[in-house]
T-cell receptor, first 115, second 115 residues
Framework: NAGVTQTPKFQVLKTGQSMTLQCAQD?????MYWYRQDPGMGLRLIYY???????DKGEVPNGYNVSRLNKREFSLRLESAAPSQTSVYFC??????????????FGPGTRLTVL | AQSVTQLGSHVSVSEGALVLLRCNYS??????LFWYVQYPNQGLQLLLK??????LVKGINGFEAEFKKSETSFHLTKPSAHMSDAAEYFC?????????????FGGGTRVLVKP
């Protein structure tokens, strides 16, 4: 099993450009998440999908959109990139939510720079 | 709202010495608590989790953590540091019963191990 995979690994954008970060998991998990990691701030939740067909905002959703394409795939879109979105983005997945018991499994991350 | 505070963004220890990483949380209900480790240029992986069973939790690679409700703490320890422990460590909480199995992370503590 590959676990959680993310593409691309690195990306450089100019301000105003758009892009989609792709995430896929092969563990048959129901829930998927997008986080951003910034120095000293830990990981902050951008959006999550508790189950196929549902998406909800996290702590820092502004400037982002998501699509839960199917059970395996959860994409994150930046419509008009800004320098403040320079960060490392992580996708994660977990089994059916059961009151917070289940651990999340993380992908290797996408390092995004917006000039 | 939940919050997590990790005291010390950087910790330096000698090989063979005790590793102690501090985590305090704020939550209206007893939470589930997690420690994750991130090695350079990788995603996060679970070290251990507390889910209201035993207050002393043992994890992988010789790490353990103790839940102390009276101190709202979940400090991580390892008796003897190894060079391979050099990484960044994150404490995280989730609220039992909350939708989506969401995690709230602390800011992280980077561990340097000196030979």
């Amino acid at each position: 099993n590959a676990g959680v995979t993310q593409t691309p690994k690195f990306q450089v954008l100019k301000t105003g450009q758009s892009m989609t970060l792709q995430c896929a998991q092969d563990m048959n998990h129901n829930s998927m998440y997008w986080y951003r990691q910034d120095p000293g701030m830990g990981l902050r939740l951008i959006y999550y999908s508790a189950s196929e067909g549902t998406t909800d905002k996290g702590e820092v959703p502004n400037g982002y959109n998501v699509s839960r394409l199917n059970k395996r795939e959860f994409s994150l879109r930046l419509e008009s990139a800004a320098p403040s979105q320079t960060s490392v983005y992580f996708c994660a997945s977990s089994e059916r939510p059961s009151g917070g018991l289940n651990e999340q499994f993380f992908g290797p991350g996408t390092r995004l720079t917006v000039l | 709202a939940q919050s997590v505070t990790q005291l010390g963004s950087h910790v330096s220890v000698s090989e063979g010495a005790l590793v102690l990483l501090r985590c305090n949380y704020s939550s209206s209900v007893p939470p589930y608590l997690f420690w994750y480790v991130q090695y350079p240029n990788q995603g996060l992986q679970l070290l251990l989790k507390y889910t209201s069973a035993a207050t002393l939790v043992k994890g992988i690679n010789g790490f353990e953590a103790e839940f102390k409700k009276s101190e709202t703490s979940f400090h991580l320890t390892k008796p003897s540091a190894h060079m391979s422990d050099a990484a960044e460590y994150f404490c995280a909480v989730s609220e039992p019963g909350a939708a989506g199995n969401k995690l709230t992370f602390g800011g992280g503590t980077r561990v340097l191990v000196k030979p």
